[in-house]
């Protein structure tokens, strides 16, 4: 790796600000300019780690913030790897990751660490997400998977009733994420934690490849005492999957990792179950999709196509990663 830059923000920093990216140079350029212009009280150090990008993003960042260490890494280790290696060193006693694809509201990162130091119990804390428009983007937290959600999204009364708690638990129905409330996921898109929460934890687990990783921190954090939490009043916009590729795979991945998490954090009695609720989510997309396909429309068949390939790959997806 080549180090570019490593010039801290203020003498005594209270936080590290953790920024992984990956062929997103545009918007890592804006997301650091509205991560300066929009922090008024914090004293923050900003560590980029660019995983082998082709566009230039390492030289871009350098010269526009030159007050950013940047690590070009020659090989891409992936989103929770190349955390876990900068964290390591992170000497300041919090820190924040915060993705390439996001915007930095005003005041966001002042109120998410006033608010963390305010709530030591929560151990990771995190904030509101809005997409471009200003609309709510649920995926800032969740609730942890259940028999009575996999249940739901087995057979599709999640995707019939997203608004309701009761049948959408993981996504809290319709809660707009403007309250303060304890979570069970808090998404690392935007997540602060202690330095020494995220030592005592040893970060992420990195057999989650891709997808799930903050789930299993959260999850681990929780087993040990603490409660995850929300605060509206730390709010960033988030594009989402800015550098992810195809749907299908994006879908195995989840999948994958969903299924790890059961294995992970269910009772081993009930892996079995949740494995199962697994297989039926998949079976029902599949046949549904091969039954609009009847219909000879375009957009029908490549939906077949796509569940086809997806269930072509359950193998894969029902043995979890790390298996």
Known sequence: MTLISDTARGAEADLTVIVVSYNTRALTLTCLETL??????????????????????????????????????????????ANNVVAAQVTTDWLLLLNPDTEVHAGAVDNLLAFSKAHPGAGITGGRTVFPDGSLNIASCWKQITPWSAFCMAVGLTAAFRKSALFNPEAMG???????????????????????????????????FMYGEEADLCLRAKARGYQPMITPDAQIMHLV????????????????????????????????????????WGALRVAAARALALSGRARHRETATKWRGIWARRGDWLKGYGT
Request: charged share 20%.
């Open 241 to 280: 999957g800015a550098s992810s590729g195809r749907v299908a795979d994006k879908v195995v991945m989840v999948a994958r990792s969903r299924v790890t998490l059961i294995r992970d954090h269910w009772p081993q009695v009930l892996v079995p179950l949740g494995l199962a609720m697994m297989w039926l």
């Open 36 to 81: 300066y212009a929009n922090t008024a009280h914090t004293r923050f150090r900003t560590v980029v780690w660019d995983n082998a990008s082709s566009d230039g993003s390492p030289e871009a960042v350098a010269a526009r913030f030159p007050q950013v260490q940047v690590i070009a890494s020659p090989d891409n280790l992936g989103f929770a790897r």
């Open 174 to 208: 319709s809660w707009q994420r403007d309250s303060v409330r304890e979570v069970d996921i808090v998404v690392g898109c935007f997540l602060m934690a202690p330095r020494a929460l995220w030592q005592e934890l040893g970060g992420f687990d990195l057999k989650y």
